[in-house]
Nanobody
Framework: QVQLVESGGGLVQPGGSLRLSCAAS????????MGWYRQASGKEREWVAR???????DYADSVKGRFTISRDNAKKQVYLQMNSLKPEDTAIYYC??????????WGQGTQVTVSS
């Protein structure tokens, strides 16, 4: 059994920063990919960023240059540093962890609200 638990969401003003964390627990010793999706109210889920076990990372164009993803393989944790936040970044952010087989585990989500 694997569980992913996100933390770090909240309310922030435009231009501000937040750091999301996601911790994996359970019997899996490692994940091929860890990353984040987000879903704004009334919209489809959108991929945000991912980081491979090697440390290489990819970003959606909408967050490139503002968000930074990182991971700690030993702790089975992934982080998302979000800077220069915009109102359009408001969404529920979901952590995911993918095995080399392609199977995904999901967190329960954490709300990020960017508003003045």
């Amino acid at each position: 059994q694997v569980q992913l638990v996100e933390s770090g969401g909240g309310l922030v003003q435009p231009g501000g920063s937040l750091r999301l964390s996601c911790a994996a627990s359970g019997t899996i010793t490692g994940f091929y990919i860890m990353g984040w999706y987000r879903q704004a109210s009334g919209k489809e889920r959108e991929w945000v960023a991912r980081v491979f076990s090697s440390g290489s990372a990819d970003y959606a164009d909408s967050v490139k240059g503002r968000f930074t993803i990182s991971r700690d393989n030993a702790k089975k944790q992934v982080y998302l540093q979000m800077n220069s936040l915009k109102p359009e970044d408001t969404a529920i952010y979901y952590c995911y962890a993918q095995l080399s087989s392609g199977y995904n585990y999901w967190g329960q989500g954490t709300q990020v609200t960017v508003s003045s």
